[in-house]
């Protein structure tokens, strides 16, 4: 389907869950509060109750979902109505002052990526007058209505993808005369449209939207790159107006890091950003002469605008769920329930802020659940679907629900990537039970219901946790892992920031231990902003596995003005801090570890105690295989602690595995002179530093999956991680 295409299919209504919500944040410390903020499709009544998440496949044959019922803490009905989504990015500001009768220009630079009907890019609104510029494929229009009156206007030329263009649009009442023009930046035919009105009168102040139109409900929002919007008295040419001039000009090169857009104009209207579309975007004047928009910001004073962002639904909160000041740091989920269907939103306990704390700590990867967040794969077909009712397994698929917004690894309709994850919405894809694959020889679970195997085994083996986030990590810091003896990760760690990675890296550098049971782990580094917490942002820079790539000279965050793209390419490669980085992918499967040599070594032995086969793992939940789908090895070159020590190495690499690309010069040569073949395995590492801190790597996203063994968490893997972790926590 081509873009444009999409685009058409938006008008229509998209579907809507029976009964969903958010809450203002993933987790809660006892005592405190979240807000809940939920939507009834159909209105009238819904049940809200709590439970607690003891697992979440729901594979007949794996370990079930399963919750325990605590409505006895909290149990209500709450009338319920339909709160709307009102996607699109787009900026609102007052228009300036200036008599109704007086002629004007409105000016904007405009670069579209897709083909694509005309949507509205610069609108100035007054009551019943208003004048709205319009750009698509097919060229630029504008319309201009008034008490009695309207007036189209539109060049008919074409739009070049990928190349700016200046439109603007000429009013003088006293003449009745508009004119539009459309013109190839630094060219100079412009293509032209005129028409003559009479009793023509503009707007005389009211509200600038750009990128949109329609003050009191926005609309025909458009995809795209704008700049440079102004609006000047008179009527003027091709060119940059004079100051004496200008009624309002307002620039985006300022405050790139926030939503507000300043108006250099003399009467400061200045305006602010809805649906945080994407700044720090390369100019219509940039030339490649700085590749970070805090050093030369005049060449990024562009912003993407697009159809379907959302940073926050907006939805109003129903009510504060008050966290009970004995309930235990664990996983939880709000059990909605209305007359045609229910939904179970999660969220994290995490421990008093004072303790008692347990010895061990699971990080929840919520930054990789927000990144992933709503992941249209565009595989809900016929058997997923059959397997889903089959099992009972969470009913609903991003494919068939547009409304909630997609993940980073999905496209705008323009193909630009997403750039932009916020968790305030429904997050279909963080829900117990969700099935991401057909998993032939398993569940098919990723993310938050795939480390539902570690919470479940965990409770299996009697070992006390807490549940601490990486956004908990991120604003906290080594304060919140510093009462534990070992932390724990999940199955997929992927998106970090600096603040992330260094409290971990300074929490095993003084004598901490880190347990990492993913694999494409640290990958990804990310932006936040203070002022804006629910949202990351991710630049899919230079190099990588990805879903897209940012566009050249856009690789620096607009958040916080970092350099974006993989850690490795930040200097920061994985290895250092779980002595294992990403090197090898393939299809949802797995297969089997070796043991090596140094695992029978006395040093290391006891991990391996009570484990007699060679073979590790060639059975699972995920894919059939403990070393599968995304598998990670060590590489000293890359920062692999010197005392790192290779237990088990991955062999007989399904056929769908490859390399990944950052490995590789060319087709046949790699990094570090090995062969791409050779590349394709995943690596069990242990290391301990001199302040005594552990760290033990398992380096594969499917080793979760083999905790569980012939109906029950048994095997080689569970009892490979069951030694590690009870050692750990001494």
């Known amino acids: 389907m081509n873009a444009g295409a999409e685009l058409g299919m938006r008008e229509q209504e998209p579907s809507e869950l029976p009964v969903t919500g958010y809450f203002n944040c993933f987790s809660c410390r006892p005592g405190g509060k979240l807000a809940v903020h939920v939507s009834v499709r159909d209105g009238g009544p819904y049940r809200a109750r709590l439970e607690r998440v003891l697992s979440g496949d729901p594979n007949p044959k794996g370990p079930g979902v399963r919750f325990e019922d605590l409505s006895s803490r909290f149990d209500r009905t709450i009338s319920g109505r339909r709160q709307p989504i009102h996607a699109g990015s787009y900026g609102t500001a007052p228009a300036p002052a200036h008599a109704p009768d007086a ?51 539109s060049t008919g030329a074409a739009l ?118 994407t700044r720090g975007m390369v100019g219509a004047h940039w030339a490649g002469h700085e590749h970070c928009w805090r050093h030369a910001p005049a060449d990024y004073a562009a912003i993407h605008f697009h159809d379907d962002d959302i940073d926050d639904c907006r939805w109003a909160p129903d009510f504060d769920l008050d966290i009970p000041d004995d309930l235990p740091s664990g996983a939880y989920v709000l059990h909605l329930d209305c007359a045609h269907g229910e939904d179970r939103v999660p969220f994290y306990v995490l421990p008093r802020r004072n303790g008692p704390f347990a010895k061990v700590a699971f990080l929840a990867s919520t930054f990789t659940y927000q990144a992933y967040a709503n992941h249209a794969r565009g595989n809900f077909g016929r058997r997923l679907r059959e397997r889903v ?86 604003d906290e810091g080594l304060a919140l892992l510093s009462p534990y003896k070992v932390v724990l990760t999940g199955s997929h760690p992927e998106y970090h920031t600096l603040g992330t990675l260094d409290a971990l890296q300074t929490y095993t550098n003084r004598g901490g231990r880190l347990v990492y049971l993913g694999g494409n782990g640290f990958y990804w580094r990310i932006a936040r902003s203070k002022a804006m917490p629910g949202v990351i942002e991710i630049r899919r820079a230079e190099g990588g596995i990805r879903a897209w790539d940012a566009e050249s000279g856009e690789y620096f965050n607009a958040l916080d003005g970092q350099l974006g793209g993989l850690w490795r390419r930040n200097r920061r490669p994985p290895q250092q801090l779980t002595g294992v980085g990403f ?10 570890y070796l043991r090596l040599p140094a695992s029978y070594e006395p040093d290391h032995a006891w991990m391996f105690e009570g484990i007699e086969s060679d073979r590790l793992g060639d ?4 894919g059939g295989g403990a070393a599968g789908f995304e598998i ?29 690309p950052e490995e590789l010069l060319s087709h046949i040569s790699t990094v570090n002179g090995e062969t ?27 080793f979760c999956g083999s905790l569980w063994q012939d109906n029950g968490f048994k095997g080689p893997i569970s009892r490979l991680l069951e030694n590690v972790v009870r050692r750990f926590s001494r």
């Open 103 to 153: 002629a004007r220009t409105w000016s904007v630079l405009v670069w579209i990526t897709a083909p694509m009907a005309p949507r509205a890019v610069f609108a100035q609104e007054d009551g019943a007058h208003r004048v709205v510029l319009s750009a698509g494929a097919a060229g630029t229009a504008a319309r201009v209505t008034w008490p009695g009156g309207e007036l189209a206007l």
């Open 676 to 702: 791409p073949e050779q590349l394709r395995r995943g690596e069990i590492v242990y290391l301990k530093n001199q302040a005594g801190g552990e760290v033990f790597s398992v380096g594969s996203i499917t």
């Open 389 to 474: 009712q089959e099992w009972g397994a969470y009913p609903y698929n991003p494919d068939e629900y547009p409304v909630y917004g997609h993940s980073t690894y999905n496209r705008h309709a323009d193909r630009s990537g997403i750039a932009i994850s916020s968790r305030l919405r429904p997050m279909l894809t963080m829900r117990p039970g969700f099935l991401t694959f057909n998993d032939a020889r398993g569940s098919g679970l990723r993310h938050y219901p795939a480390d539902t195997h570690l919470l479940a085994w965990l409770e299996a083996k009697d070992i006390a946790f807490d549940i601490i986030t990486d956004e908990d990590l991120d």
């Open 632 to 660: 990670d090895r060590a590489d000293f070159d890359l920062g692999t602690p010197p005392s790192t020590v290779i237990l088990a190495r991955s062999e007989d690499p399904p056929q769908s595995f490859v390399t990944v």
């Open 583 to 592: 090197s090898g992918q393939g299809l949802f499967e797995g297969t089997h």
């Open 160 to 277: 070049l993808t990928r190349r700016w263009h200046r439109m603007w649009l000429s009013a003088d009442p006293k003449t009745g005369i508009v004119v539009l023009h459309q013109a190839l930046l630094d060219w100079d035919a412009p293509a032209t449209s005129r028409a003559q009105a009479s009793g023509l009168v503009l707007p005389a102040k009211g509200t600038v939207l750009i990128a949109a139109e329609g003050a009191s409900q926005p609309s025909r929002h458009f995809t795209g790159k704008l700049e440079a919007p102004w609006i000047v008295s008179g009527t003027q040419e091709i060119g940059t107006p004079s100051a004496g001039i200008i009624l309002a000009a307002w620039d985006f090169a300022q405050g790139i890091d926030t939503t507000h857009i300043t108006d250099t104009g003399p009467q400061a209207c200045h305006g602010k950003l809805i649906n945080l579309p």
């Open 619 to 622: 059975y699972g939940l995920s």
